[in-house]
């Protein structure tokens, strides 16, 4: 029976990161050949245009934003995002409750699709984006390809 996977879209080589270049991982692709595969890039989704300004967080990780204890801003000009990408983790919420995946697949480091690592006010730390948190947080299994 064949699974189905949601995977950060520029890991399947769509070009919707913030720098408008995607981030193919070829073990993903793989994966994807024998399986169900459905797309998605919750920054997107939250209304953030491709190429769109580089983020960080501010307080705290993915899961601090959640619990409204930190903020995501635009690197250079201090814009608050937090509302576009806490939009794009309900809209992919939204999603995954539809198609119920077996796993999920995010692009690590991103302030939505982070696993283990994300940038807090300039520095890569350990931590998760918005959509992981809020996706671990209802139950769902998030691996990191890349």
């Known amino acids: 029976m064949k699974k189905v996977y949601m995977v950060s879209a520029c890991l399947l080589g769509l070009a919707t990161r913030y720098d ?3 981030k193919e991982n070829k073990e993903v692709i793989s994966l994807c050949m024998n399986n169900i595969c459905v797309p998605f890039c ?3 989704l939250g209304g953030l245009s491709t190429p769109r300004p580089p983020c960080f967080f501010k307080g705290g990780d ?3 934003v959640i619990e409204n204890r930190a903020r995501i801003v ?3 000009s201090g814009v608050d995002r937090t509302f576009n990408f806490m939009r794009g983790a309900e809209e992919t919420l939204k999603i995954a409750k539809i198609v119920k ?3 999920v697949i995010l692009k690590d480091g991103s302030p939505s699709c982070g696993v283990n690592r994300v940038d807090i006010e300039g520095i890569k730390k350990e931590g998760c984006g918005v959509t992981c948190a809020l996706l671990k947080k209802e139950g769902y299994e998030v691996v990191t390809y890349g």
């Open 20 to 22: 408008g270049r995607s």
């Open 42 to 44: 919750p920054e997107q």
């Open 62 to 64: 993915g899961m601090a």
């Open 74 to 76: 635009e690197k250079e």
């Open 101 to 103: 995946p077996n796993m």
